[in-house]
């Protein structure tokens, strides 16, 4: 019963009828020397207005390396955004319904927790707390963060991540906005 309620939700997500593709921002193509210039000069507008990070696999205190990000801004339908907007909501409630399903989560993550070593101390984590009674806060909150795709072949967009961890880098997009212009 579980499953087909997440699929009837997920039935009211998809989107169709979109017009795409749109013409760039910027004439493209550019020459190589200008290319180049460009990039270089993005990269350090990066690495001096905090568009940053240091990198775990070969973590150096003193240094730091840009952020990734695209060279240009990628146009993006204003019905698309808007309706990426709209079942935002819908999104949310769901996410917000599953991590509150205890027996679901159990069943699906049971071999996950097995493989996946981050996965499995997070249900460890909450096996803890269920135990305890559960949680004892009177609010919650969800910080979530979802990517899509322009996806030509479909003239839609296409969620392809709903971060419920990930979502540090919100604060970078700003700085993104400014780089872009």
């Not at 193509?29 to 775990?56: F, N, S, T, W």
């Not at 679901?104 to 096996?127: A, M, P, Q, S």
């Not at 609010?139 to 990930?166: H, M, P, W």
């Amino acid at each position: 019963t579980k499953l087909i309620l997440l699929d009837s939700l997920l039935q009211e997500i998809i989107l169709v009828n979109i017009k795409l593709p749109m013409d760039p921002c910027i004439p493209i193509p550019i020459p190589d020397e200008q290319l180049e210039d460009l990039v270089e000069k993005a990269k350090d507008y990066a690495l001096m207005h905090g568009i940053c990070m240091r990198q775990k696999d070969k973590f150096d205190r003193d240094a730091l390396h840009f952020a990734p990000f695209v060279l240009f801004p990628t146009p993006f339908p204003r019905d698309e955004y808007r309706k990426s907007v709209e079942i935002q909501t819908v999104l949310n409630e769901l996410m917000h319904k599953v991590a509150h399903d205890y027996d679901f989560l159990k069943e699906t993550l049971k071999h996950t927790i097995k493989v996946d070593e981050f996965t499995g101390r997070l249900w460890n984590i909450y096996e803890t707390i269920m135990s305890e009674g559960g949680p004892t806060q009177e609010v919650e909150v969800g910080l979530f963060r979802s990517d899509y795709f322009c996806c030509c072949g479909s003239k839609g967009i296409k969620q392809v991540e709903f971060n419920t961890i990930a979502s540090s880098f919100g604060c970078v997009t700003s700085k993104l906005v400014q780089l872009h212009k």
